[in-house]
């Protein structure tokens, strides 16, 4: 699978798992969590090109595509993703919560969801 399709993919999965977390769909919720979590294995599979490619994310029109984007690349793109980040935890909302959490993980130094 290409770069870009799998930066697709978990683009519409986040989406699909906020979607269903609003409608209180658990069971749905977790399905799209995998499947974007299984692009995302690929993706940094792929060393800096797939970090590069989810980059673009970091801009996406949905709140919770682009704060999941950034807490993923906090390493990669410190400045950047933390920008969004705080962005995102002050909209509220479903992804303000994963924001808020990733940024105290950062600060405490205990973060590690993208290790070298």
């Known amino acids: ?17 906020t979607d269903a977390i609003r409608k209180g769909d658990a069971r749905t919720g977790n399905k799209h969590a ?6 995302l294995q ?14 673009v994310l970091l801009k996406h029109p949905r709140t919770d595509v682009r704060a999941m984007a950034a807490a993923f690349l906090l390493r990669y793109r410190t400045a950047e993703a933390k920008a969004v980040l705080e962005a995102a935890a002050k909209e509220g909302g479903v992804a303000a ?15 590690s969801l993208d290790p070298e």
């Open 97 to 111: 919560i994963g924001a808020i959490m990733t940024l105290k993980r950062w600060e405490e130094g205990t973060w």
């Open 42 to 55: 690929e993706l940094r599979a792929q060393g800096n090109a797939g970090r590069d490619a989810l980059s």
């Open 1 to 17: 699978m290409k770069l870009k399709e799998l930066v697709e993919q978990f683009a519409q999965n986040v989406a699909a798992q």
């Open 34 to 39: 995998k499947r974007y979590t299984a692009a």
